[in-house]
């Protein structure tokens, strides 16, 4: 199934090249660590600085991290594989050249299945890939003032750190789609412990090439490449942007120059940074430092053996074996942490549903509110399986566990705890609920017969009413019984 493209008069285009740390312990041709947050040029060694006379070698750990990613992305790894040198110079490259993989990469071919859009209005899209790849990192030039003054400063740290380029085929027909492919993406990453794909970062970053061409039309327009997009939302933006400048121009009858375009957030448009270099630009040719990487039908089996349960698989196992909706599978599976949480909260309660609509509605809720992933807080599965348990045998409201769920995900504890010391136990005094009844009655009385005329959604405010005079600690299902008999009686 395919989802609408994004521009009325132009199909619309667009192929991406993630670039994806990985998580080793060391850079992808030295013993250099590899960190975040070190002084400058402290994480380094002499191959990451180019000094004469050293050798790079090969850290097998990121090659075993590379099977990984493609065999969770259907790919075919492949046995025999090359690296070469991009030659391209920049301050931050000490070498001159990048040590990449062009003609024989590592993994060829596979494929993503992305959901985009939510509700009933989801649909599924495959979208394939050309190749993933395996590099090292650049260095990073410095240009803040604050730092460096008038001047440029390099740090070499990133220098030799191992990454994955993921490359796509131009099957995505919007931005929504490549955001879309982008989550899935990242998520696989994640599951299988290859990479943090910290946006924040760098850990995870996308360049995004894109084309428009009139609707019908078989051959594709040029295309342009937008460079170092490091979150969901500038994604998302730029493409927009560049959608609106491409189809300016062929309005116009002007020609789309194949370039390399930045995205500028604070005037929301793109501009050129250079003319489009090709691959011969770069003159590649395999590095003579390194022998051709081979890899075993042994060591394939070995990686593919070690792999968790895929989020694809446990999608459609939680729909199996917990009875939920597809969309409620992937929401919950949309990390490895989250997926282990509910399980475990599951177990604990009984029963899974609840469990379930408590952290996609609720939890998740709080998570996006402090900017969190699951791991990162300190709620437990079992402290969301008592609050879910207190709600549903009456001990609170449901309105008021809510309102302890921030704080839970925030400082964790236990939830009994909170509602006891907190006074949040629900009213379950049958004669202080019969009394607040029979005032909201006594005090709406035209409401009541609109109830009796058959407008049973004046119920609901009726029971608002009562929940107003008890502070929300009555038991909604309670209030509803009494209202009803005391109305019908």
Request: charged residues 30%.
């Amino acid at each position: 199934m395919t989802t609408p493209t994004s521009h009325p008069d132009y199909e619309v285009v667009i192929g991406l090249e993630v670039h994806a740390q990985l998580r080793t312990r060391s850079k992808l041709f030295s013993p250099a660590p590899v960190s975040y947050g070190e002084e400058p040029n402290h994480s380094v060694h002499p191959v990451c600085l180019a000094l004469p006379g050293v050798l790079p070698v090969l850290n097998r750990e990121a090659v075993k991290l590379a099977i990984r990613a493609g065999l969770a992305t259907h790919g075919e790894v492949r046995g025999h594989s090359v690296f070469a040198r991009k030659n391209y110079f920049y301050p931050d490259l000490p070498k001159g050249y990048q040590i990449s993989q062009f003609e024989e990469p590592v993994i060829e071919g596979g494929w993503l299945d992305v959901v985009v859009g939510e509700g009933k209005n989801a649909a599924t899209k495959r979208v394939n890939l050309t190749r993933i790849h395996m590099e090292e990192d650049a260095g990073k030039s410095i240009h803040d003032a604050a730092i460096a003054g008038d001047a440029t400063h390099v740090d070499l740290n990133r220098a030799g750190v191992p990454l994955l380029e993921i490359v796509s085929e131009p099957d995505m027909r919007s931005p929504a789609e490549a955001v879309a492919y982008l989550r899935t993406l990242r998520a696989v990453l994640r599951y299988i412990d290859v990479s943090d794909a910290d946006m924040e970062l760098g850990h995870f970053r996308c360049d995004a090439n894109l084309s428009l061409r009139p609707h019908g039309a078989s051959e594709y327009g040029t295309r342009t490449e937008l460079k170092n997009l490091n979150s969901f939302r500038s994604v998302e933006a730029a493409l927009e942007a560049e959608i609106e400048r491409q189809a300016d121009l062929l309005d116009d009858d002007e020609p789309v120059v194949q370039a390399t375009m930045a995205y500028d957030p604070n005037s929301g448009r793109t501009r050129v940074l250079r003319l489009k270099e090709n691959a011969d630009d770069y003159r590649y040719f395999p590095d003579p430092d390194l022998v051709p990487l081979q890899i075993s039908a042994d060591e394939i089996e070995a990686v593919r053996a070690a792999l968790p349960e895929l989020a694809d698989a446990r999608c459609e196992r939680f729909q199996r074996e917990y009875d939920l909706s597809e969309y409620d599978a992937r929401g919950l599976t949309v990390s490895r942490p989250l997926a282990d949480f509910f399980e475990t909260a599951a177990k604990v309660h009984g029963q899974a549903k609840p469990v379930a609509n408590w952290i996609l509605r609720d939890v998740l809720r709080a998570l996006r509110d402090r900017d969190a992933e699951i791991e990162d807080t300190a709620i437990t599965p079992e402290a969301l399986a008592n609050l879910v348990d207190a709600v549903e045998s009456g001990k609170t409201t449901a309105k008021s566990a809510r309102g302890l769920v921030p704080e839970l995900v925030a400082e964790g504890g236990d939830p009994l705890v909170w509602i006891r010391e907190r006074g949040l136990e629900a009213v379950s005094d049958t004669g202080v609920l019969e009394a607040a009844v029979d005032a909201v009655i006594a005090e709406n009385a035209e409401d009541v017969e609109r109830v009796r005329a058959g407008e049973t959604k004046v119920l609901n405010f009726l029971m608002g009413q009562v929940m107003k005079r008890t502070g929300g600690k009555a038991s909604p299902q309670v209030v509803r019984e009494l209202l009803q008999a005391r109305i019908q009686s």
